[in-house]
T-cell receptor, first 114, second 114 residues
């Protein structure tokens, strides 16, 4: 799986959009980008995933660049409850059944401030 | 909304004792996982389980560890003879067949080995 690089920490003002970047320059054509977050001491929480098109759900939007070498997770109106560590994980096409483990790196610690 | 549950929330045990951590995955999910997180460190994959057998395991998951699905709803992790270094949060997760990487995590069991 492609290696990912994320900034170790970011701040965001409450009510503003939080834009969390992830670099995955060695991503291959059949690899998906997954985002998870971990609020302090809780289990990781799935947020969203995508292959090449932008994706949106009730939690967030995922923007993947045209060359797929980077992506941005957008929380449109961050709240204090969004303070967490956010993980960007690249995994091969799930239909290939190439193993199911998730590898969590250091992630980005997002602090939403009032 | 269905969720993964784990019991107990906190387990204290003495070194050398056996412990069993319990999980109830989401009912229509077919893949089950255990991860652990030592305090202040990354979330680490231990094992995945599908179709009543281990499908993948990490090097952490040695002979001291075992998993079982004793009935149609529970999924357990047994540590045969606990060591001090087994102290960690243990997270259970489950996922559907359509996308094994979209995993839903429980709240965790904090294991303290004294």
């Amino acid at each position: 799986d492609a290696k990912t690089t994320q900034p170790p920490s970011m701040d965001c003002a409450e009510g503003r959009a939080a834009n969390l970047p992830c670099n995955h320059s060695t991503i291959s054509g059949n690899e998906y980008v997954y985002w998870y977050r971990q609020i302090h001491s809780q289990g990781p929480q799935y947020i969203i995933h995508g292959l090449k098109n932008n994706e949106t759900n009730e939690m967030a939007s995922l923007i993947i660049t045209e060359d797929r070498k980077s992506s941005t997770l957008i929380l449109p109106h961050a709240t204090l409850r969004d303070t967490a560590v956010y993980y960007c994980i690249v995994r091969v096409d799930p239909s290939l059944r190439a193993g199911n483990m998730l590898t969590f790196g250091g992630g980005t610690r997002l602090m939403v401030k009032p | 909304e269905p969720e993964v549950t784990q019991t107990p929330s906190h387990q204290v045990t003495q070194m050398g004792q056996e412990v069993i951590l319990r999980c109830v995955p989401i009912s229509n999910h077919l893949y089950f996982y255990w991860y652990r997180q030592i305090l202040g460190q990354k979330v680490e994959f231990l094992v995945s389980f599908y179709n009543n057998e281990i499908s993948e395991k990490s090097e952490i998951f040695d002979d001291q560890f075992s998993v079982e699905r004793p009935d149609g709803s529970n999924f357990t992790l047994k540590i045969r003879s606990t060591k001090l270094e087994d102290s960690a949060m243990y997270f259970c997760a489950s996922s559907e067949d359509r996308d094994p990487y979209e995993q839903y995590f429980g709240p965790g069991t904090r294991l303290t080995v004294t």
